[in-house]
């Protein structure tokens, strides 16, 4: 079989989660979406995350770190007493702000900077694969007594791409880089001994041949996505249709929940 197409070789290529990858993908769509088409069963880390937010914005102040385009933040309208959404990019938070919610207000910042409010501002906050940096300054914002929860993905996240795939997707490692990064986060923060980080373990189906592609090119260029098409999509094909099952293509899906009660 054919070598299958490295993305990265692309000019346009921009490495995934920086900054500039980020404000690419603003200008692009204007919010933080996942383009491909995948079924997660349970245990559903996305599902109960979700479900422990609902129970704890009710009548709160509440802050969302790394809100994205702020369809997660706007769900919690009717239910919050007050929420804000922060973030980086300013294209997510001027798609945020077209919303019309008088209790709701987005603000661009800089997590690894200090925040942007007043001492114990806040009831509640939580942080959908948001940046952890946020955790180094999140303790004075938040009434002592209030609650945090954090959604991040795991570091051995869909580990079986890069071996059916190889050359497409970067080959996996063993390290856990992102729950070193989330440890001393909570460390610097003087929050890693009031909060627990549980890991969950499940699996994610893909539904077709593109939508690897799109796992693998997400936030990219059309051409950097048009080129895999154009030289690999064959390849892609093929291995997809002698792995997967009728559910789909199935690989690794795990994620980091912290979840704490600030005490000062």
Known sequence: MKMLTDPT???DWIPPHTLPWYEQLGRLSGQYSLPWNASIPE?????????EVAKLVENQMVLDIGCGHGDFTVRWAQQAKEIVGIDITSDFIKT???????????????????LPFNDNEFDFAYNRKGPTSAFLDLKRVIKSGGRIISLHPGDRLSPELSRLFPHLFEPSSEEKPILERI???????????QTTIEMIIGASYLKSPLDVIKVRCFGQTSAV??????ESMNEIE??????????????TSQAYIVRGTVKK
Do not use: Q, W, Y
Not at 96 to 114: E, L, M, P, R, Y
Not at 183 to 193: P, Q, T
Not at 240 to 246: I, L, N, V
């Open 9 to 11: 070789t692309h000019e």
């Open 43 to 51: 245990p559903n880390a996305e599902a109960i995350f979700e479900e």
């Open 96 to 114: 945020g702000n077209s919303h019309s919610f008088k209790n709701v207000a987005f603000i661009v910042g800089d997590t690894k900077n200090k």
């Open 183 to 193: 440890k001393r986060s909570l460390e610097s923060g003087r929050l890693l001994e």
């Open 225 to 230: 996505h048009e080129m895999v098409i154009r």
């Open 238 to 251: 093929e291995i997809f249709c002698k792995h997967a099952t009728s559910d789909g293509l199935a690989v």
